[in-house]
C-alpha cells in the first residue's frame, strides 16, 4: 500500500518572536504506511496535538514539509480543504463542536462541505451512523437529547463521514466511563478491520493502545521517542517510565518476574499473553524466549 | 496564541506607581484628567506633558506604549486636528480656495492634539500599571459607599471578576470549535459576506452552549462554597493607604494648583 | 457514634417536562463514618453524583432524610453550618475556579463565610501548602495545567477546614500525571488532617486505593466492602460496565488454569509476590518429580 503520510524535518513554533515562544515539534521525520493503527501516545505538551494538527494542514509548519501521498499539502493552499477531507480529525471531546437540530444534519455538515450530491451524503450519514452503532432511530433526534457517549459518537460520525483516508482520533475515551470506553474502542478498531483505512488513536492509556495498535508512535519533548511495534515499544519499559509515562500493568509484572529469573518472553502486554506465558510456567514447559 | 494576550494591557512591575492603592490611581487619573480640562495656556500644556512623561519614566513603561494605544483612536484624533486647523477664523496664513487655514486654528488643533494625547497617556496609564483584577478590586471599594443606596456594586464587581476569569477560558475554546470545524471543511475565510455571515453558526452556536453549561456549573461550584451574596462577606487583601499613595496625591494636587496659578497669571491661549 | 454522613432511605427523581419523574435513586442507605476514604464506583447515570450532592444539600431528598454531622440537609437553616464543614470538588476544574488570581480563588469560601482578613490569609496560604501549590499563588488559572487547576479546586474547600471532601469525578478529564498528582493530595490529606474522603469516580485504580468501596448500579447500592472484597466480585462489576485491575484478572485466569494463587490480588506487586511464591512451590513439585 506505501507510504501515506511523510513528515519530513517537521519544526513548529507558537507565537514565535514573542515572550511566549515555544517549540511543540522539534525536527520530526516520520513516515505512516497506509493501513496501519498507530497509537500515539506522549505527555500532554509532548507536542503530540500539535503533530497531528499539522496531518490535516490545521498548522503550518514553521520549518519542513507534511506530505500526503508524496504531495506536499502547502504547496497549493486551494485543495488544503481536500487534504481535511482526505485526513479526518476528531478533536478531543468532541461532542462539543455539535450544532445542528438533528444527528443526520450534524453528521451531514462534513459532506455537505465536500459539496456531494443529497444522495450521496445520505448514503455516507447511514453508513458513518451505522459504523460508530448509532440506531437510525437517533438520527431524526437532536443532538443534545442525546446521553455523553452517544454524543461523543455522533461526532466521530460526523467526520467518518467524509470517508477520510487517514482518520486521526484525539483521546476519544476521554471524560467516559469504562463502559462507553470500551464502546468507542471496539468501534473505532472495527472501523478499521472493516474499512482498512489508517487510523491515529491518540490516547494516555497505555493498555488500550497496546490492546489495538499495530504501531506505537511514542512522542517526548517535542520529538519521536520511538516509532514501532507494540512489542518493540514496550521492550522499553524502563525508558519509557524514565520519561514519566507508564506501561502496562501486564507488561510491569513479566518485567518483574523476568528480574527475579522466570524466562518470561519479552514484550508481553495482555491479560492473555501473561496468562498464557504464565501458565507455559506452571506447567513446567520451557517458555519461548 | 490568543490567549496569552492579557486583558487590559497591563504590564506587571514593581515600580512605585504599580504598588499604589487602586482607589487612589483612580482617584489620580480622575484628577489628571480635570487637570487637562483646566489648562490655557503653554505654561500647563508644558506641565501636563512633563507630568505624564515623568509618570511614564518612574513606571517604567516605555514611551512608545502611548503611540500604541492612540493607533485606535487615530482617525478621531486627525478628524478633530482638521477641523480646528480649517474651520477657526482669524488671521489667515494660508489659502487655497475656500479652504484657509488661521494662526488661530493651527494653534488650536496643536493644543487639541496635545490634550488628547495627554489624556489617553494617562488613563493608559492607570491600565498598563494595574491588573484589571486589582482595578476592579479598586473600582469596588470605591463605589462602595453607594451600596448604601442599592446600588449593585458587589455584583457588578463579581460579574467583572468573573469575565476576567472566563474571558481566556472561552477564547481557548472558541479557538478549538474553529479547528474542530474547519477539520470538517468549514470555510470561513471565503465566499460572501453573508455566506461567512452563515459560516459562523457552527462555532457559535457549541460556544453559547459551553458558555452556558460552564455558568451552570460555576453557579453550583460557587453555591458549595458558601457564597451567598456580597452580604456578610470579608475579603483577604485589605487596601492601607501607605505614604507613597499620600506623596502621590500632594503631587498631583500641587500640579493641579500649577495649572490654576498658570491660568490666572499667563492668561488664556483661547483669547 | 452517629456517622459524620447519615443517608436514610433516600429516593430522588430528577424532574421532567412531562410531570413524572425518572427515578435515580432508590431506597440508598448508607453511612460514612468520620475520617473514612470510602470511593464511589459506578458508570454513567448509575446515581452516583446524584448521591454526592445530597450530601451537601445540593439536592434534597424526595423520600428518606440525610444528616451531615446530625444535621438534617432539608431544614433550610442547616444549610451554611454543612456547607461549611463539607467541601465539594467538581470534575471540570475550568467551571469551579472563580478567581484570576489563584490565592484569591482558594480564599474565595473564607470570604463568603466572613472571616477575618488575616485569618484568611493563614488558612489561604497553609491550604495552598497542603496542596503544594504555594509556589503558584499569584498565577492566573489558565497559565496551570488541569491536575494543579483541580488541586487549587482543592485547596479552596480545604481552606474551610471542612470535616468531609466530597469529589465527583475530580481526575476524569486530567492526564496520568495530573490524576496521580490529585490521588496523591487526597491521601495525605486523609493522612495528616484524618479528612473524610468521597471520592465518586469510575477509574477502579483509585478505587482500589480506598478504605471502603461503594458500588453503585441502577440507584441501587450493588456493592459496599473493602476494595479486596469487591474487587474478586470480577463478574458482577463487569457486568455492570465497570473495569478491574488487570492483575486481578490475571490471577482469575490462572486460577481457573489450576494455579494455585490468592483470588484477591489489586497491586502489581502483590501479583508478582503472589506469582513469584506459586512459581517457587512449582519449582520445587518439579525438581521432586
Given at each position: 500500500?506505501?507510504?501515506?503520510?511523510?513528515?519530513?524535518?517537521?519544526?513548529?513554533?507558537?507565537?514565535?518572536?514573542?515572550?511566549?515562544?515555544?517549540?511543540?515539534?522539534?525536527?520530526?521525520?516520520?513516515?505512516?504506511?497506509?493501513?496501519?493503527?498507530?497509537?500515539?501516545?506522549?505527555?500532554?505538551?509532548?507536542?503530540?496535538?500539535?503533530?497531528?494538527?499539522?496531518?490535516?494542514?490545521?498548522?503550518?509548519?514553521?520549518?519542513?514539509?507534511?506530505?500526503?501521498?508524496?504531495?506536499?499539502?502547502?504547496?497549493?493552499?486551494?485543495?488544503?480543504?481536500?487534504?481535511?477531507?482526505?485526513?479526518?480529525?476528531?478533536?478531543?471531546?468532541?461532542?462539543?463542536?455539535?450544532?445542528?437540530?438533528?444527528?443526520?444534519?450534524?453528521?451531514?455538515?462534513?459532506?455537505?462541505?465536500?459539496?456531494?450530491?443529497?444522495?450521496?451524503?445520505?448514503?455516507?450519514?447511514?453508513?458513518?451512523?451505522?459504523?460508530?452503532?448509532?440506531?437510525?432511530?437517533?438520527?431524526?433526534?437532536?443532538?443534545?437529547?442525546?446521553?455523553?457517549?452517544?454524543?461523543?459518537?455522533?461526532?466521530?460520525?460526523?467526520?467518518?463521514?467524509?470517508?477520510?483516508?487517514?482518520?486521526?482520533?484525539?483521546?476519544?475515551?476521554?471524560?467516559?466511563?469504562?463502559?462507553?470506553?470500551?464502546?468507542?474502542?471496539?468501534?473505532?478498531?472495527?472501523?478499521?478491520?472493516?474499512?482498512?483505512?489508517t487510523v491515529l488513536l491518540v490516547s494516555h492509556s497505555m493498555d488500550d493502545v497496546a490492546r489495538f495498535a499495530s504501531r506505537v508512535l511514542?512522542?517526548?519533548?517535542?520529538?519521536?521517542?520511538?516509532?514501532?511495534?507494540?512489542?518493540?515499544?514496550?521492550?522499553?519499559?524502563?525508558?519509557?517510565?524514565?520519561?514519566?509515562?507508564?506501561?502496562?500493568?501486564?507488561?510491569?509484572?513479566?518485567?518483574?518476574?523476568?528480574?527475579?529469573?522466570?524466562?518470561?518472553?519479552?514484550?508481553?502486554?495482555?491479560?492473555?499473553?501473561?496468562?498464557?506465558a504464565l501458565l507455559l510456567l506452571f506447567r513446567g514447559g520451557d517458555a519461548p524466549c | 496564541m490568543l490567549k496569552d494576550i492579557t486583558i487590559?494591557?497591563?504590564?506587571?512591575?514593581?515600580?512605585?506607581?504599580?504598588?499604589?492603592?487602586?482607589?487612589?490611581?483612580?482617584?489620580?487619573?480622575?484628577?489628571?484628567?480635570?487637570?487637562?480640562?483646566?489648562?490655557?495656556?503653554?505654561?500647563?500644556?508644558?506641565?501636563?506633558?512633563?507630568?505624564?512623561?515623568?509618570?511614564?519614566?518612574?513606571?517604567?513603561?516605555?514611551?512608545?506604549?502611548?503611540?500604541?494605544?492612540?493607533?485606535?483612536?487615530?482617525?478621531?484624533?486627525?478628524?478633530?486636528?482638521?477641523?480646528?486647523?480649517?474651520?477657526?477664523?482669524?488671521?489667515?496664513?494660508?489659502?487655497?480656495?475656500?479652504?484657509?487655514?488661521?494662526?488661530?486654528?493651527?494653534?488650536?488643533?496643536?493644543?487639541?492634539?496635545?490634550?488628547?494625547?495627554?489624556?489617553?497617556?494617562?488613563?493608559?496609564?492607570?491600565?498598563?500599571?494595574?491588573?484589571?483584577?486589582?482595578?476592579?478590586?479598586?473600582?469596588?471599594?470605591?463605589?462602595?459607599?453607594?451600596?448604601?443606596?442599592?446600588?449593585?456594586?458587589?455584583?457588578?464587581?463579581?460579574?467583572?471578576?468573573?469575565?476576567?476569569?472566563?474571558?481566556?477560558?472561552?477564547?481557548?475554546?472558541?479557538?478549538?470549535?474553529?479547528?474542530?470545524?474547519?477539520?470538517?471543511?468549514?470555510?470561513?475565510?471565503?465566499?460572501?459576506?453573508?455566506?461567512?455571515?452563515?459560516?459562523?453558526?457552527?462555532?457559535?452556536?457549541?460556544?453559547?452552549?459551553?458558555?452556558?453549561?460552564?455558568?451552570?456549573?460555576?453557579?453550583?461550584?460557587?453555591?458549595?462554597?458558601?457564597?451567598?451574596?456580597?452580604?456578610?462577606?470579608?475579603?483577604?487583601?485589605?487596601?492601607?493607604?501607605?505614604?507613597?499613595?499620600?506623596?502621590?496625591?500632594?503631587?498631583?494636587?500641587?500640579?493641579?494648583?500649577?495649572?490654576?496659578?498658570?491660568?490666572?497669571?499667563?492668561?488664556?491661549?483661547?483669547? | 457514634?452517629?456517622?459524620?454522613?447519615?443517608?436514610?432511605?433516600?429516593?430522588?427523581?430528577?424532574?421532567?417536562?412531562?410531570?413524572?419523574?425518572?427515578?435515580?435513586?432508590?431506597?440508598?442507605?448508607?453511612?460514612?463514618?468520620?475520617?473514612?476514604?470510602?470511593?464511589?464506583?459506578?458508570?454513567?447515570?448509575?446515581?452516583?453524583?446524584?448521591?454526592?450532592?445530597?450530601?451537601?444539600?445540593?439536592?434534597?431528598?424526595?423520600?428518606?432524610?440525610?444528616?451531615?454531622?446530625?444535621?438534617?440537609?432539608?431544614?433550610?437553616?442547616?444549610?451554611?453550618?454543612?456547607?461549611?464543614?463539607?467541601?465539594?470538588?467538581?470534575?471540570?476544574?475550568?467551571?469551579?475556579?472563580?478567581?484570576?488570581?489563584?490565592?484569591?480563588?482558594?480564599?474565595?469560601?473564607?470570604?463568603?463565610?466572613?472571616?477575618?482578613?488575616?485569618?484568611?490569609?493563614?488558612?489561604?496560604?497553609?491550604?495552598?501548602?497542603?496542596?503544594?501549590?504555594?509556589?503558584?499563588?499569584?498565577?492566573?488559572?489558565?497559565?496551570?495545567?488541569?491536575?494543579?487547576?483541580?488541586?487549587?479546586?482543592?485547596?479552596?474547600?480545604?481552606?474551610?477546614?471542612?470535616?468531609?471532601?466530597?469529589?465527583?469525578?475530580?481526575?476524569?478529564?486530567?492526564?496520568?500525571?495530573?490524576?496521580?498528582?490529585?490521588?496523591?493530595?487526597?491521601?495525605?490529606?486523609?493522612?495528616?488532617?484524618?479528612?473524610?474522603?468521597?471520592?465518586?469516580?469510575?477509574?477502579?485504580?483509585?478505587?482500589?486505593?480506598?478504605?471502603?468501596?461503594?458500588?453503585?448500579?441502577?440507584?441501587?447500592?450493588?456493592?459496599?466492602?473493602?476494595?479486596?472484597?469487591?474487587?474478586?466480585?470480577?463478574?458482577?462489576?463487569?457486568?455492570?460496565?465497570?473495569?478491574?485491575?488487570?492483575?486481578?484478572?490475571?490471577?482469575?485466569?490462572?486460577?481457573?488454569?489450576?494455579?494455585?494463587?490468592?483470588?484477591?490480588?489489586?497491586?502489581?506487586?502483590?501479583?508478582?509476590?503472589?506469582?513469584?511464591?506459586?512459581?517457587?512451590?512449582?519449582?520445587?513439585?518439579?525438581?521432586?518429580?
Open positions: 500500500m506505501g507510504t501515506i503520510l511523510t513528515l519530513e524535518h517537521l519544526t513548529y513554533t507558537y507565537s514565535p518572536d514573542t515572550p511566549f515562544e515555544k517549540v511543540a515539534l522539534d525536527d520530526i521525520d516520520l513516515s505512516i504506511e497506509a493501513g496501519e493503527f498507530v497509537g500515539v501516545i506522549g505527555h500532554t505538551g509532548s507536542g503530540k496535538s500539535t503533530l497531528i494538527q499539522h496531518m490535516n494542514g490545521l498548522l503550518q509548519p514553521t520549518k519542513g514539509r507534511v506530505l500526503f501521498r508524496g504531495r506536499d499539502i502547502w504547496e497549493d493552499k486551494k485543495k488544503l480543504r481536500q487534504i481535511r477531507f482526505a485526513v479526518g480529525l476528531v478533536f478531543q471531546y468532541p461532542e462539543y463542536q455539535l450544532f445542528e437540530e438533528t444527528v443526520e444534519k450534524d453528521i451531514a455538515f462534513g459532506p455537505t462541505n465536500m459539496g456531494l450530491s443529497p444522495d450521496e451524503i445520505k448514503g455516507r450519514v447511514r453508513e458513518a451512523a451505522s459504523l460508530v452503532g448509532l440506531p437510525e432511530a437517533l438520527l431524526k433526534k437532536s443532538p443534545f437529547e442525546l446521553s455523553g457517549g452517544q454524543k461523543r459518537r455522533v461526532a466521530i460520525a460526523g467526520v467518518i463521514a467524509m470517508r477520510p483516508q487517514v482518520l486521526i482520533l484525539d483521546e476519544p475515551t476521554a471524560g467516559l466511563d469504562p463502559r462507553g470506553r470500551e464502546m468507542i474502542l471496539r468501534q473505532i478498531k472495527e472501523y478499521h478491520t472493516k474499512m482498512g483505512n511514542v512522542m517526548n519533548r517535542s520529538r519521536v521517542f520511538a516509532y514501532d511495534t507494540p512489542e518493540a515499544v514496550f521492550c522499553r519499559g524502563g525508558e519509557l517510565r524514565e520519561i514519566g509515562l507508564s506501561v502496562p500493568q501486564m507488561t510491569m509484572v513479566a518485567d518483574a518476574l523476568r528480574q527475579r529469573g522466570y524466562p518470561l518472553p519479552e514484550g508481553i502486554y495482555t491479560v492473555e499473553q501473561a496468562a498464557q | 487590559g494591557q497591563y504590564f506587571p512591575g514593581t515600580s512605585v506607581i504599580h504598588r499604589l492603592d487602586p482607589r487612589m490611581k483612580i482617584v489620580l487619573t480622575i484628577v489628571y484628567v480635570v487637570l487637562l480640562f483646566l489648562v490655557e495656556n503653554l505654561a500647563g500644556f508644558v506641565l501636563s506633558v512633563v507630568f505624564v512623561l515623568a509618570a511614564y519614566l518612574i513606571a517604567r513603561i516605555p514611551v512608545k506604549m502611548i503611540a500604541k494605544s492612540i493607533k485606535p483612536i487615530l482617525p478621531i484624533l486627525l478628524f478633530t486636528m482638521l477641523l480646528n486647523l480649517f474651520f477657526v477664523r482669524g488671521t489667515v496664513i494660508w489659502q487655497w480656495g475656500v479652504l484657509e487655514i488661521t494662526r488661530e486654528g493651527v494653534r488650536l488643533s496643536v493644543l487639541m492634539v496635545i490634550r488628547i494625547l495627554c489624556l489617553i497617556a494617562g488613563t493608559s496609564l492607570l491600565t498598563y500599571t494595574t491588573s484589571p483584577m486589582t482595578l476592579t478590586d479598586g473600582i469596588e471599594r470605591l463605589l462602595k459607599p453607594l451600596g448604601k443606596v442599592h446600588f449593585p456594586v458587589h455584583e457588578l464587581a463579581m460579574m467583572m471578576t468573573i469575565a476576567l476569569r472566563f474571558i481566556p477560558t472561552l477564547v481557548e475554546e472558541t479557538e478549538k470549535i474553529m479547528a474542530a470545524q474547519k477539520a470538517r471543511g468549514a470555510d470561513m475565510e471565503t465566499g460572501s459576506l453573508i455566506h461567512r455571515a452563515k459560516a459562523l453558526v457552527p462555532i457559535l452556536i457549541p460556544l453559547f452552549l459551553s458558555a452556558f453549561r460552564r455558568a451552570e456549573e460555576l453557579a453550583l461550584a460557587m453555591e458549595c462554597r458558601c457564597y451567598h451574596g456580597g452580604k456578610g462577606r470579608t475579603r483577604m487583601k485589605q487596601m492601607h493607604l501607605a505614604p507613597r499613595d499620600l506623596w502621590a496625591l500632594l503631587l498631583t494636587a500641587a500640579a493641579l494648583a500649577a495649572v490654576i496659578v498658570c491660568n490666572i497669571f499667563f492668561g488664556s491661549l483661547y483669547g | 457514634m452517629r456517622p459524620l454522613i447519615d443517608i436514610e432511605h433516600v429516593t430522588f427523581s430528577y424532574p421532567q417536562e412531562n410531570g413524572q419523574g425518572i427515578e435515580v435513586l432508590h431506597d440508598i442507605t448508607l453511612q460514612i463514618p468520620a475520617g473514612e476514604f470510602v470511593a464511589v464506583l459506578g458508570h454513567n447515570g448509575s446515581g452516583k453524583s446524584t448521591i454526592a450532592k445530597h450530601m451537601n444539600a445540593i439536592l434534597l431528598p424526595m423520600g428518606g432524610k440525610v444528616y451531615f454531622s446530625g444535621l438534617d440537609t432539608a431544614e433550610e437553616e442547616n444549610l451554611l453550618p454543612i456547607r461549611r464543614q463539607i467541601g465539594m470538588v467538581f470534575q471540570n476544574p475550568d467551571n469551579q475556579i472563580v478567581s484570576t488570581i489563584v490565592e484569591e480563588d482558594v480564599a474565595f469560601a473564607l470570604e463568603n463565610l466572613g472571616i477575618a482578613p488575616e485569618k484568611i490569609r493563614e488558612r489561604v496560604d497553609e491550604a495552598l501548602r497542603a496542596v503544594d501549590m504555594y509556589h503558584y499563588r499569584l498565577h492566573a488559572p489558565h497559565q496551570l495545567s488541569g491536575g494543579q487547576k483541580q488541586r487549587i479546586a482543592i485547596a479552596g474547600v480545604l481552606a474551610m477546614h471542612p470535616r468531609c471532601i466530597v469529589l465527583d469525578e475530580p481526575t476524569a478529564m486530567l492526564d496520568p500525571k495530573g490524576r496521580q498528582e490529585v490521588m496523591r493530595v487526597l491521601h495525605e490529606l486523609h493522612r495528616q488532617y484524618h479528612t473524610t474522603v468521597v471520592l465518586i469516580t469510575h477509574f477502579m485504580e483509585e478505587a482500589v486505593q480506598a478504605e471502603r468501596v461503594v458500588v453503585m448500579d441502577d440507584g441501587k447500592i450493588l456493592l459496599d466492602d473493602t476494595p479486596r472484597a469487591v474487587f474478586v466480585q470480577i463478574d458482577r462489576l463487569k457486568a455492570v460496565g465497570l473495569d478491574v485491575p488487570q492483575v486481578t484478572e490475571l490471577a482469575a485466569v490462572l486460577r481457573a488454569a489450576g494455579v494455585n494463587i490468592p483470588a484477591a490480588l489489586l497491586t502489581e506487586d502483590e501479583c508478582v509476590a503472589a506469582l513469584t511464591a506459586a512459581l517457587e512451590e512449582t519449582d520445587g513439585n518439579h525438581t521432586h518429580a
